[in-house]
């Protein structure tokens, strides 16, 4: 199809023409993917080549000097006049030596390491009525995991040791001066500030971040739970169990469940983010409008709910529409129903109870942001759509909503990914309750998976599943968000509105 | 010679100083957790202690307040960080001896612990054969508050609830909790029970949840939770429009505070021509596994002290926990409480709560929300048998395998 032709399609038929794109191309995108990773595989391999190369030929070429580096780090350095750098090498040299080869044993990196394969074989004993505790696999997970990256950092740093020494030695051979420790400290400070700023927040997400991350994928390939609870009892790895169990196709065991409260999360996300979106939209559109009075006091009455935090507000809505709760109670004094409406403990009523408590405390951000954005739009536009005729519903569609669209695009993508993790309010409305003897692990309808996550953790101590479902998430929502972020008019028509 | 006699006299040396040493009590600190409404008077009787037995007097004691449940599970999740010794309700002590989290309870003092206290709450503190923790409480059952004024007969269910209903108040009872839940089930004539190995696993279960008298404890929930009237729930505090409530001891002061001068107690009523019967259930401190010995001889002392007769009934006349030991209970002021004496009406009608896996709970809780959720108003005997026999069928996947 030409582009020509694309233009004169419908919208609908637009949006059909390029999700059937996407999809056209998936096997097309597919092949590339492998075959660069057959590249990128050859090309690491040749990498990695290359770096024993350049090992093996510094040593050949070097003087004692750099060959001496080889084992004491940084004694090329020092040895060059290049002080601070040299003692840099030692002292990280030192640090690591001291941490694998630790005088007590059992808190030296090696001994983690070496127990990283089992977990832990030495069970907790007792003597006479003293406990003596065994190998702790929560330590030994952790700790290991740490090593490993401490090894990794230190190989790393160990040939950066070694290249310094070859350029050293082809500085000083082309007849130029090294720098000195003085001059490397003003280039930390000039040239090379960037690496003086990154330094910090690189090890900071490294050791807060990314190591925790790794950490919670390998307790998903454990049995970590309750009854494997450290320092008293040991765990250890078990492969996929965790995931063969989630993702089970049994519908009486945790794969029903599952599928049930990610079915659920899902709805529940889309509610959340579309119809806070348009309501707030139309709010924001009502108050906007000409001849509407006291649009002050309208903004104000909406933006209270934002004043009050939710731990409060929510907390309160809950109980209001308990069975013995306020609207209940009102209901069925002015008569119009006869018994309590079951808005905690049918499940149908409980999800749509908090999309609507949702709703209210979603509209007025949204009113805000609305309100902002439309303010913006030239009016110009409306008065000359007005000129041609059209009507103010064809105003709101092919002006105020590819605008609003345009412009919050991204916005609506990341409310989505934050309502499928809406933990507060679930948590706080119905605490995902009710529950039924149709799901298993504790789970309720009204669930998400990050509350079904906290409550594995906090009330089962059920870590692996939880781990797995953390996994999970994380999947579910990187296949989302990469799928609309490409389809959202911000990335695909950039230039629509500049 | 001389070299030999300096080595015995070394030894000699070494030998008083190892037994000196365990006479001498412990000086370290020993942190406690209780429920925050006997904090105060857990310190002033750690002063007591103190002050009897003069080897631990240089002991820092450190008292925090914590939620019984909460102990439990941070006990679980951080064994080493958690308290010496712990307050606990015994529906948690299967997962906590399962965990390692509970040292057993030292030889010398299991035959009086055995001989003061109520058989209900030894057997509350058993695993197995191995006695894990202290007895502390004998309360921890649920009962009937009423108002006077609206309830003319408490001995029925149905006449309970029509009371309500032309009072156009509620009857609160919380009947998706597993705790609450087997008020129905025991009433009617089943049977729910575990029993345990000494590590803290459940191996065995004894259940007649699918038989006929089950069917006619879920059919008797199943018309309660249709009435009008009816309010789930079991704090006096929480419930807006009670005219009745089934709730414990601890919510005795609040209920007279919300019935005032009609405040009545007494024990559950009949349903479907069936005694209510339900859990006598226990509180008791529990001592986690040390690795020094003085340290263990010392948490020992201070806890079974903690549980003594003196000072369990020292306990009810500061906040009003009735306790477990025979002799405290026959004290007069015990013995007057409304509570407590609505409380031991009830007893005779219930089974003392023994060890049931955490999962029970939380499937009690889904069957409960079911028949609140009016999934099973409609249901005939056989389809509420077999929702039964799938209750009994989940809880028998919860045993150590």
Redesign the interface.
Known sequence: MTDLDYLKLSKPKKLLYRMGAFFKAIPKKTGHFFANLGKKILRFFKGIGAWFAEVFSTFRDGDWKTRLSYLIMGFGSIARGQWGRGVLFLLFQTVFNVYMFFPDASKSGCFYLAKLSTLGTVETQKINRRTVYGDNSFFILLYGVLTLFFIAAFIYTWYQNIRQNRISEQILKSGHKLKTTKEDVTSLMDEQFHKTLLALPTLGVTVFTILPIIFMILVAFTNFDATHQPPGKLFTWVGWDNFRQLLSTDTESYGGTFRQVLLWTLIWAFFATFLNYFLGMMVAIMINKKGIKLKKVWRTILVMTIAIPQFVSLLYVSKMFAQDGLINAYLMKWGWIQSPIPFWTDPMWARFTVILINVWIGIPYLMLIATGILMNIPADLYESARIDGANAFQMYQKITLPYMLFVTGPYLLTSFTGNINNFNVIFLLSGGKPLSMELSGNAGYTDLLITWLYKMTVNDTNYKLAAVIGILVFVVLAVINLITYNLIPSVKNEEDFQ | MKKLLSFLLVAVMMLAMVSFASAEGFSGEIKIWVADAVVDFTKEQVENFKALHPEYADMKVDVSPMGEGDAA?KM??D??GGADIFGFAQDQLA?LV????L??V?PENIDALKAENDPGSVGAVTMGETIYAYPMTSDNGYFLYYDKSVITDPSTLEGILADCENAGK?FYMEI?SGWYQTAFFFGAGCELTFDSNDEGQLVKMNASYASEAGVRALKAMIAVAKS?AF???SSVS????AAAIVDGTWDAAAAKQAFGDNYAACKLPTVDGFQLGGFGGFKMLGVK?????DK?AACDALAAYLTSEAVQLARYNAVGWGPSNLNAQQNEAVQADEALSALAAQLAFCDPQGQYP??YW??A???G??I????LDDADDATLLE?LQ??EA?CETYL?K
Request: hydrophobic letters at 35%.
């Open positions: 599970s679980i999740t064994v080493e997962r399962a965990a390692n989290a040292e057993e030292a509620s998706n009008p309010a789930n729930g929480n419930a807006a429009n596994p040390q690795t020094d010995d263990l955490g999962e939380s499937l809780t889904a069957l929300d079911d609140l959720a009016d999934k929702t799938k209750f989940t150590a």
